[in-house]
């Protein structure tokens, strides 16, 4: 494994803000944030339909945001 340094430590490796997706009058995600660093471990979890597969698909760029920004 590469060693970290302290510039990467604070910069987010994946940085999702404020993204909200809708499907007709479905509303997938209202305001979803996402921060993962480099050597942290993260997880997203919920319910089902809470909207993690939406969140990943826009992060992806499968589904392009309503609003927010990545």
Request: glycine fraction near 16%; charge should be positive.
């Amino acid at each position: 494994m590469g060693t970290t340094t302290t510039a990467e430590a604070g910069t987010p490796k994946i940085e999702l803000r404020g993204i909200s997706k809708s499907f007709g009058s479905v509303q997938a995600l209202k305001g979803a944030s996402l921060f993962a660093n480099v050597g942290e471990v993260t997880a997203i979890v919920g319910d089902n339909g809470a909207g993690k597969s939406t969140l990943i698909k826009c992060l992806s760029g499968y589904h392009s945001p309503d609003s927010g920004r990545s």
